[in-house]
């Protein structure tokens, strides 16, 4: 038998005890230091979801200012116009809400549903350009 | 750090599901190739019906004899094998994203039940850990290898069930979840975890030699 695996096998009763008291010690420190640490108040301003049938996470968070300041007031970055599957350059669609376009299924008039619309504009846009939240909780940041 | 992240939920996620599944599919060739150089008579009394027999067998809880004789081990087990897979498969937060990658999607379970779904995969891997401390006959088949097996199952879990209740770390927490998952899907076809792959060969060979040679049951 190798040797590293009999000094595990004739460890002592007691050396064991030990072990498991850090092991669950160190468990239940690391949940105390989570909920002392979980609250805390904070204004976020959101997009509202009113759009969705019943959303399972909140609103992204989002400012529209400092979305228009980066993007140098070219509205139709967001606010875009396709036509017959084509993004249309130059136009923009501020006036309509994206729900207008973008039902929350599939269908023949809408291949891009609400929710993947709101996703791959966010998030592929953040990767693009290396900045701003990427993953799931770094815009539905718990209410 | 963004390309970071797209690199560890892009690449990355198709290197780990092919060695993952390459890994398993070369294992289990060299296996049957192994067996028809060193022992080819044993595929003159395998078939199908035994093995499945076999499987089925296995598959329905408590109805193995040795199953009723660990029944607390067993009901863990069960439970723990089970949720392992429905869990990550059937969470939302996964659901959309494969929805995003591929256009497929099925029904998900509620956040919180899976919640706590997640706080028993934990707690049942938690039990594995202390049975092998406190079980002298296992204790003895037990090396380090072991709690570290079951530290790579944990971390996936740990991470998630963190990542989704945004406690700390929120953005490190992610990464942490996506790469030990990543790292358990490439360890499976080298390590006691490629049982996904070997515990139905077992079975088909138990079952064929029980029930074609001995004319026995193997359960």
Redesign the interface.
Known sequence: MKP??RK??HRGNKM?KW??CAVVLGLLSAAGW?VV??QEDQYLERLDSWAFESP?RPGAVFSHDDHIMDLDDDCSICHHVYEEGELVPGESSEDYYCSDCHSLK?SPDNKMPL??AY??LCRDC??DR???P?????CH??E | MNSFIAFIMGPMVWISAIIFVGGLLFKGISIIQSVRQKEPYIFSYMTVKHSLRSMGAWLVPFFPKSTRLRPVYYAISYLFHILLFVVPLFLASHIVLINEAFQVSWPALNDGLADWLTLLVIAALIFFAVRRQMVPEITYLTSAIDYLLILLVLLPFVTGFLAYHQWFAYRWMVVAHVLSGELMLIIIPFSRFSHMLTAPLTRAYMGSEFGNVRHARDW
Do not use: S
């Open positions: 590293w695996k595990f096998i064991k072990t498991i989570v640490f979980a399972r599939v929710e993947a996703h791959n953040h990767f290396g900045k701003g990427v993953l799931c909780g770094e940041i718990k």
